[in-house]
């Protein structure tokens, strides 16, 4: 039983031939293509509204430098929160669950952004290792850890978002397994328990989107201290 739990996160396969890379192209496909035409359907206008107010709020803190990456975060936030909320409908898969897909997103993206502080203001960014007005017997400590706390960076982008999804999938099922169950023995449990299920739900809709939004607002952030 328990190893059934966890079926759920392997990559699906049709013949020996993985299917995550469907998994990870399908979500393009749901979005509307933007016409020529003057006025637009409401769907396209909400989307529309959306990446601007994003794009608008996490560009905020930033100076014209760092706006060359809006059009990387934004499409980054609406893949994420795409592919987390598909994941969250039954008999599918989510491809943000697996740590090597996250990893993928991360090191690269924080990669650039620790490059792009060694190339324009490499001052600035060797500083960050030593916090202003240090205790000279302190220093080679602090410089140690703080050099660890920047490479755990893009593990810790990762390992948030793939553990606050697996960890949200694997409580709906466990709790829809009591309901299935509980319903035959004892039917106002299960009944009881449904509601919880419901309300667990809700939770992991927002989870998903909140997660998103964490995973590219903290790249922001990282971006912000190099440019």
Do not use: C
């Not at 909320?85 to 924080?110: D, E, H, I, K, R």
């Amino acid at each position: 039983m328990m190893v059934s739990f966890f079926d759920q996160f392997a990559s699906p396969s049709y013949l020996g031939i993985p299917l995550i890379a469907i998994a990870i192209a399908l979500p393009w496909v749901l979005y509307p293509t933007p016409s020529s035409r003057w006025i637009n359907n409401r769907l396209i206008t909400i989307q529309g509204w959306f990446i601007s107010r994003f794009t608008n709020q996490l560009m905020l803190p930033l100076n014209v430098e760092g706006h060359k990456w809006a059009l990387l975060l934004a499409s980054l936030m609406i893949f994420l929160i795409t592919t987390n909320m598909l994941g969250l409908l039954p008999y599918t898969f989510t491809p943000t669950t697996q740590l090597s897909l996250n990893m993928g997103f991360a090191v690269p993206l924080w990669l650039a952004t620790v490059i792009i502080g060694m190339r324009n203001q490499p001052t600035v960014a060797l500083g960050h290792l030593l916090p202003e007005g240090t205790p000279i017997p302190l220093i080679p400590v602090l410089i140690i850890i703080e050099t660890i706390s920047l490479f755990i960076r893009p593990l810790a982008l990762g390992v948030r978002l793939t553990a606050n999804l697996t960890a949200g999938h694997l409580l709906i099922q466990l709790i829809a397994t009591a309901v299935f169950v509980l319903l035959p023995m004892m039917p106002t449990v299960a009944i009881l328990t449904a509601a919880v299920l419901f309300l667990l739900t809700l939770l992991e809709v927002a989870v998903a989107m909140i997660q998103a939004y964490v995973f590219v607002l903290l790249l922001s952030l990282y971006l912000q201290e190099n440019v």
